[in-house]
């Protein structure tokens, strides 16, 4: 009888209230061509009916159960029970393409040192060919790209668990971006990279657009903060003042794409004050994008141009932060 080899893959799934949707996101795992060594289940205090979706799941999971505390508490608690040599990462609402691990481990047992490692993304439910890795397909990415917004999804990444373990894993306090705040730390200790290749799939799920936008707001402005109190700026004045700027031309889409044109325009203005020097073009689409924003609010303002209602996802793509926050339950 021939035994399937295992990657030493621990795949830690958070959940809260996602019964209806964790089936497919388990049926994803169990469908890698090289599958995983464990998958870890973690509870997040759910009130549905995920322990009967899960029943059919039971011998081939380990299930974990906790007091809701938030999907980072979830998280870690997935990392510290974990077995295996390297964590990988799948919320409850997305799903992999069935050469996610293989593709991935590829990668990493010939780059050892590469920490961290995520892939591209993709809408689903439409299930894209994926066929060999090309010469080009790993990007290295550096810590000054972090620190602008959020190039590597949750759902894609593969870690290795020492490094997660040096990182301290996730901020539990942070509401939204601390995907973004666990990178930059974990590109601190050792390189970070992501896979060319659509191995992730997404699925947008439609929350209280407040929540997101406060959330976002606020775990932004948190995370910034903890870059100056753990002297991160040191050597890089110019770079400090493009993030702020940055995050507040990120904010300034949000509030326009939610219909909140004064809102968008103030936090234009503080862009600007931030770093009134243009951004580079791979931090944006197109040239000039603040000027063109400033003149979009305007217009709205005076009524003189329709609103162009856009989800929070949307508006992402276009300030380069890829996608929609979903905020710590």
């Not at 602008?148 to 990444?157: D, E, H, P, Q």
Request: hydrophobic residues 40%; glycine residues 6%.
């Amino acid at each position: 009888m021939t035994v399937t080899a295992r990657a030493p893959v621990s795949v830690v799934i958070p959940a809260y209230n996602s019964g209806w949707l964790i089936t497919q996101a388990l049926d994803s795992v169990l469908a890698q061509t090289l599958p995983a060594g464990e998958i870890i289940i973690v509870d997040d205090g759910s009130t549905d009916d995920l322990q009967r979706h899960l029943q059919t799941y039971r011998s081939r999971v380990l299930y974990l159960h906790q007091s809701n505390q938030g999907v980072s508490s979830a998280r870690n608690r997935g990392i510290w029970e974990s077995k295996c040599d390297f964590v990988a990462f799948l919320d409850a609402d997305d799903v992999w393409h069935p050469r996610k691990l293989e593709l991935q481990m590829e990668v990493l047992d010939k780059n050892p040192e590469v920490g961290l490692l995520g892939t591209s993304i993709f809408d689903w439910p439409t299930l894209p060919t994926v066929d060999r890795i090309s010469g080009n397909a790993m990007m290295p990415m550096r810590w000054e790209q972090f620190v602008l917004k959020t190039i590597l999804y949750t759902s894609s990444v593969v870690a290795r668990r020492s490094v997660l373990r040096q990182a301290e894993g996730f901020d539990i306090s942070l509401r939204c971006s601390e995907d973004r705040d666990l990178w930059l730390r974990m590109a601190e200790l050792s390189q970070v990279a992501t896979l060319n290749l659509p191995l992730t799939g997404y699925r947008f799920v439609p929350g209280s657009l407040s929540q997101q936008l406060d959330a976002l707001k606020e775990g932004g402005e948190k995370v910034l903060r903890k870059l100056n109190q753990r002297g991160a700026w040191k050597g890089r004045r110019l770079l400090r003042h493009k993030a702020h700027s940055f995050f507040n031309y990120q904010c300034s889409y949000e509030y326009s794409a939610h219909g909140n044109q004064a809102a968008a325009l103030a936090a234009l203005m503080k862009a600007f004050a931030w770093h009134p020097l243009p951004y580079a073009r791979n931090d944006v689409q197109g040239r000039f994008a603040r000027l063109k924003r400033l003149a979009v609010y305007l217009l709205r303002m005076m009524r003189l141009k329709s609103h162009d209602s856009r989800s929070s996802r949307q508006s992402r793509l276009i300030t380069g932060n890829q996608l929609s926050p979903r905020p710590n339950q």
